[in-house]
């Protein structure tokens, strides 16, 4: 899968994932009424909501990007019929040939590490028979507990040909209260990042590592030391736009063959029609804001690496 | 919920927590097969099992315990279906008055922690009226991500006066890669538990704080330093038994006046017909084995307390 994510970024020529992390209130009101028409007004109609506006921007998004993430909390706050909706996004985005990075955040001890592997990555033994959970092609992983919380994911990533992104630094304002600790010589990010480094050499793809690393825009200076550290390590980069990642700062996210990093864009990408410069598109045109927002984000990255 | 915590491991004189964390290996034979007849040898099958055989665990043990902790990670294995027995056991388990620490261990950045926050201990709002995903009264959360992934949980929980569990030191071998490592003067889990007290400030109970700290029962000089810095939150502790945890240990987990702390056991319980000593029990009676296996747990942490 990362040779295919390569692949797909190569050809589309867009570095870019499209997070869906909706939010009932980017959901134009007419799908919300039409959805609670058909379903109720409770979480059953909600997530059917959620669902016709995903499938609204996948349909109008997908053969200009690689792949998706979506951020499954969202999806969660709406309980069991939430998660049947980010199963349903999944299935949907990998009929359109869209890789899907599930953005969940798991990490536990072994054993239980391994079940969140079995769930969103490989396949559960009943019987005779196997059967997958929710089947992504990627998921992020928190590495607070350490190696043997990351290992049965790489074990079940291997058997699979999927991957993972480990989170190393985000991109939140608190992310320094631990990340930035000096360990040493060194910083605690600086540490996960070569134990990313380290855990990638045991699940290399062609030319870079089926795990990978997720670098929050919002602080260029560790993206660039970062990438260093972890050559072969794809960057997941979350905090661009909204969250006030520019472009500019994010060619050092790259390595010099124009490959090594993928930006993520929710808020800017999915609720485009609410921004500036969207307005006249307005709300029953949603995913062709959704997809003015793609285009104007793969030109503005294009801008920033010519300058690089 | 922690006053009501503490009220229940009073009454109860079992600072035990039955973490609900089921493999289809501990099911017995006739379980599953009866639930493969009725549901299918699949995902639903496995599911039906899984919650079969937690409904006897329950009505085994509900009477001597204060709380259970179902690992969501072995349902979420089951994808979709998996799901929805994490939500029966948790309904059921509320029926029997026992607290439910969802262990989850979630954390992301601000709005989606909040997101999390809401489909677990919170609710969401949908038109005009209000609903609950999955309605746990405590979760685990994960601390990488600082503050701005910690106060949603603080925020929801003290409109629901519920709870969390912040994961300080863990259980497993490799904790100490990262927790362990020295910032300045201290280690890393000591400004994590620092951290704790000072969220904790934030959610108090009447003697102790809704916000406490997980800390493994492997580690017991950490336990007890830990204890020391964070003397109002309560400390779930994991590790008993099966991952070599002692009793003798875990006194010091605890503060003077016998509260603190509250220890969870999950295989060496739901799986007591597999081990030694339960033999007589055999597959058909594991839930009378998983009762003498608390009954014995609970004698066994009185005794330690009685020569501390």
Redesign the interface.
Same mark, same amino acid.
């Given at each position: 899968m990362i040779n295919k994510l390569i692949k797909k970024i190569e050809e589309s020529k867009a570095p870019i994932v499209v997070g869906l992390?909706p939010?009932?209130d980017y959901i134009p009101e007419q799908i919300l009424k039409e959805a609670?028409q058909d379903k109720g007004?409770? &979480?059953e109609?909600?997530a059917e909501a959620i669902w016709r506006y995903n499938k609204g921007i996948i349909d109008a998004v997908y053969d200009l990007i690689p792949a998706v993430k979506p951020?499954i909390?969202?999806y969660?706050?709406?309980?069991?019929e939430?998660?049947?909706v980010y199963?349903q996004t999944i299935d949907y985005c990998k009929e359109k040939d869209l890789l899907v990075i599930g953005d969940i955040?798991?990490?536990?001890?072994?054993?239980?590490?391994m079940?969140?592997a079995?769930?969103?990555l490989g396949k559960?033994r009943?019987?005779?028979?196997e059967?997958?959970?929710?089947d992504e092609d990627f998921i992020t992983v928190?590495?607070?507990? %350490?190696?043997?919380?990351i290992l049965p994911f790489i074990e079940v990533g291997k058997e699979e040909k999927k991957g993972m992104f480990i989170?190393v630094k985000?991109?939140?304002?608190?992310?320094?209260?631990?990340?930035d600790?000096?360990? %040493?010589d060194k910083s &605690?990010y600086e540490?996960?990042g070569h134990?990313v480094a380290e855990w990638g050499e045991l699940h290399m793809g062609d030319s870079y590592s089926y795990v990978g690393a997720v670098v929050g825009a919002t602080y260029p200076e560790v993206g660039k030391m970062l990438r260093r550290i972890m050559p072969k390590a794809y960057i997941l980069v979350p905090g661009y736009g909204a969250q006030g990642g520019k472009a500019e700062d994010l060619v050092h996210y790259f390595n010099k063959d124009g490959l090594g990093a993928i930006v993520n864009s929710s808020r800017g990408i999915i609720a485009a029609y609410k921004q500036k410069g969207y307005e006249k598109f307005g709300p029953l045109n949603f995913a062709d804001a959704s997809r003015q927002a793609v285009l104007n984000m793969k030109e503005d990255l294009k801008n920033a690496w010519s300058t690089r």
């Open positions: 992390d939010m009932l609670y007004e409770n &979480l109609g909600a951020q909390a969202m969660e706050q709406f309980g069991l939430g998660l049947r199963k955040k798991r990490g536990d001890i072994g054993s239980t590490s079940a969140y079995t769930g969103h559960v009943i019987g005779g028979r059967y997958r959970g929710f928190n590495p607070y507990l %350490g190696s043997d919380g989170l985000t991109s939140n304002p608190s992310s320094g209260e631990f990340q600790q000096r360990v %040493g &605690l540490l996960v134990k």
